[in-house]
């Protein structure tokens, strides 16, 4: 007897019940590898959020702390950096570009970097993606903002309107209402902090705290803001700066040179390492959500598993027909368990047209939202070795079905029970 035509006109006389148990293998597939594909390109996207960049450089603290507050904007930093040490550095032979960046005001919630018009042009991110403007363009005034695509959004601010930022980043702040900004550029989202940060030209930080000292406005020395234009607006220190150097070669000398600095205790990390030891921190969430996907496709086997004992003891006629008309003990138990079989690729196969779908339905907005790409392509060796563990589960499921048929005697399902 030949198994195939007999195990699919089975599976069709209860087409009812397999349908049930496709569905549920194909969605608990789809959400294995839909778990699987953002943890690889959360993963990806993480650890790409800054590219092109050297050396991150500030007070000395610990990397993921300088990481976080000079690139993700969380927290504080421990001490600020000189702005002569900062220059001192900046004309270092190996060093091709600095970026300075000066963090500490705020404006609805969204933080507010002080930076040099070089940082629209050295920042990338991804796959060294450069930053790209929707609408406007970068400083050209001292009271020009730069806003991120998220605080467009969210805030539904256009190209020339007005802004004022506000001294602190908590609950309790105080507005530079005298000193208004405009906003000159909106950025194409990235994906990254800048989508949330507002960028102002480092003068216009020290512009803004001209009549400010140690956090507090000085009363009776308000200076207007066309009076702080004539000031001296060179800082006195900065948050953290971006290096970029002339050689890759020279980045771990010029790493150990700073961090023995002399005239100031600095630190000095490369983003990349930084990046990996930060996601060894956020990735423990990822994984358990891998683990909870790979307990949802237990459960659709599980599930698959259950239906065909249920209807084991419903087929007892059917197998002992089949037995009365020749069929050996074995080939019985074959046919069952390529039943199991066929379900369960029916499943994985059902799960990834569930999957591409979903994928080609949400790529546009999850990159424009969320800076997330998918791209529609083959399943990754980690998906492939996670469908054969899901394939194998599912002949091992459709084992027990088998072999209890299989145990059975040709008069058990002739004789009549009461």
């Not at 032979?93 to 970026?99: I, L, Q, R, S």
Request: charged fraction near 15%; hydrophobic fraction near 50%; aromatic fraction near 8%.
């Amino acid at each position: 007897m030949t198994l195939l035509p007999l195990a699919l006109k089975s599976l069709a006389n209860r087409r009812f019940t397999v349908l049930l148990t496709l569905a549920t293998i194909a969605l608990s597939v789809a959400l294995l590898l839909g778990v699987q594909r953002v943890h690889d390109e959360a993963r990806q996207s993480f650890a790409s959020t800054i590219s092109g960049t050297d050396l991150i450089v500030g007070a000395r603290s610990g990397p993921i702390n300088l990481l976080l507050y000079s690139i993700f904007h969380i927290g504080d930093a421990t001490n600020n950096v000189s702005w002569q040490s900062y220059g001192e550095i900046a004309a270092w032979p190996d060093v091709d570009w600095a970026v300075p960046i000066s963090l500490g005001d705020s404006h609805h919630g969204f933080r507010v970097v002080g930076t040099s018009g070089d940082f629209f042009a050295h920042y990338h991110y991804g796959a060294k993606h450069a930053l790209e403007f929707s609408a406007g363009s970068p400083f050209s005034d001292l009271y020009d903002a730069v806003i991120g695509a998220e605080v467009a959004r969210k805030l539904g601010y256009v190209i020339g309107q007005p802004i004022v930022i506000a001294h602190g980043t908590g609950a309790l702040v105080t507005e530079h209402a005298d000193k208004p900004f405009r906003i000159s550029g909106i950025l194409q989202p990235t994906g990254t902090p800048v989508d949330t940060s507002v960028f102002v030209n480092l003068g216009a930080i020290e512009a803004i705290h001209a009549d400010w000292q140690s956090g507090t406005r000085i009363p009776g020395t308000e200076i207007s803001a066309g009076a702080a234009r004539k000031l001296d607006l060179t800082p006195t220190a900065i948050t953290a700066f971006l290096l970029g150097l002339k050689s890759r070669v020279a980045t771990f000398d010029l790493q150990r040179q700073i961090n023995d600095y002399r005239a100031e205790p600095l630190l000095a990390i490369l983003p990349g390492i930084a990046l990996q030891q930060l996601w060894g921190l956020v990735g423990v969430a990822e994984n358990a959500l891998l683990i909870v996907s790979a307990l949802v496709v237990v459960a659709g086997l599980l599930g698959m598993l259950n239906a065909l004992l249920t209807t084991l003891n419903e087929r007892r006629r059917e197998m002992a027909i089949l037995r009365a008309l020749g069929a050996r003990p074995h080939i019985v138990f074959g046919m069952l368990l390529l039943e199991a079989s066929l379900l369960t690729l029916l499943g994985i196969a059902l799960g990834l047209i569930l999957l591409y779908a979903g994928l080609a339905a949400a790529s546009s907005y999850v990159e424009a939202h969320y800076g997330l790409h998918f791209a529609i392509s083959l399943p990754s060796m980690r998906e492939i070795v996670l469908l054969g563990m899901v394939c194998a589960g599912g002949v091992l499921a459709g084992c027990l079905p088998a072999w209890l048929a299989y145990r059975r005697a040709l008069g058990d399902g002739l004789s009549m029970r009461t």
